[in-house]
């Protein structure tokens, strides 16, 4: 894993509020280029936080472009929802709305992980002038039952993590398949990413476990929405990149053939030997990125 560039400029911390009262977070990461470039808006997974596009963002950003990571609701710096029923996309979608009009932002290339690509698909259906452009990082509008069935194994149930140690060797244990070319080092930074310290000195997943609420209580139906019509109404109107982790058992590859004959415009980069979710940190990822993004304004 390629450490970040130390010479890009640190994030700036913003802060906005839901419409129903949340305090939300995002990272801004200043480009040089400012106002006259499209921002980038990276929405990260279900367990995951804006702490994931660390390396990519600094990456971007020292072309030029400014880009926003944003914690949602539940996860990271931004406030637990009392209401874990609103821990859904439609939700999340709202929540990004919300971020445009309280930081001033007009329209935005979107850069989703995961369940950040169901959001950007939400809002490209709810808000569809604010995306500008779509990257879609190992997710479709359908997913494999294989994937959904490793992730309803550990999301949303508490772990007992009493040391650093500990922590890495949890995310080693879940994600392991996926990342077989980690090293120790690299797990170590993958657990700072998704712990954080509670008052007593103790690593604590860094999101509400009550994320999976609503997917349990929906059941069955919540597997397998119909989201073509979102991917459809997002690829065909405006510039979209899909990157997909070549050993994915979320979006393998027959769903991700389907994607491509039903968007034939839409580039795609693989990254081999990488699972479900690649972190962009990888050669082939994040040369993709600059070049899809080198061709917008």
């Known amino acids: 894993m390629k450490k970040p560039d130390t010479l890009t400029p640190a994030y700036a911390h ?62 990271g710096r931004s406030e637990r929802a009392p209401d874990p029923m609103t821990y859904q996309p439609q939700v999340y979608a709202r929540d990004v709305v919300d971020m445009f009009e309280q930081l001033g932002l007009k329209r935005a290339v979107f850069l989703g992980t995961s369940m950040g690509g169901l959001v950007t698909m939400a809002v490209t259906f709810f808000k569809s002038r604010i995306v500008a452009a779509a990257i879609l990082n190992d997710i479709g509008p ?26 890495a060797g949890y995310i080693k244990e879940v994600n392991a398949s996926a990342m077989p070319h980690y090293s120790d080092a690299d797990w170590e930074a993958f657990a700072r990413r998704t712990f954080r310290e509670n008052d007593e000195g103790r690593p604590v997943l860094d999101y509400d476990t009550d994320i999976m609420v609503p997917i349990a209580k929906a059941g069955a139906r919540a597997l397998v929405p119909n989201l073509w019509p979102f991917f459809k109404r997002l690829a065909k ?31 795609y980069a693989e990254v081999p030997n990488v699972g479900h979710a690649p972190m962009l940190d990888e050669p082939e990822a994040e040369a993709a990125i600059l070049s899809f993004l080198a061709e917008l304004p």
């Not at 490793?150 to 949303?156: D, E, K």
């Open 14 to 75: 913003r802060w906005f509020t839901s419409r129903d009262g949340l305090s939300l977070y995002a990272r801004d990461y200043p480009g040089a280029d400012g106002p006259a470039r499209l921002p980038v808006i990276c929405i990260h997974g279900l367990t995951r936080n804006s702490a994931d596009f660390d390396a990519i963002a600094r990456r971007i950003a020292a072309t030029g472009r400014r880009v926003i990571a944003m914690d949602v609701r539940g996860r």
């Open 142 to 167: 359908e997913v494999s039952k294989v994937g959904l069935a490793r992730i309803a194994q550990y999301a949303g149930k508490p772990v007992d993590t009493p040391t650093w140690a500990a922590a």
């Open 237 to 267: 109107h405006r510039p979209t990149l899909l990157i997909r982790g070549g050993i994915s058992d979320l979006l393998d590859a027959e769903i991700a053939g389907k994607m491509r004959r039903k968007a034939p415009g839409m580039l």
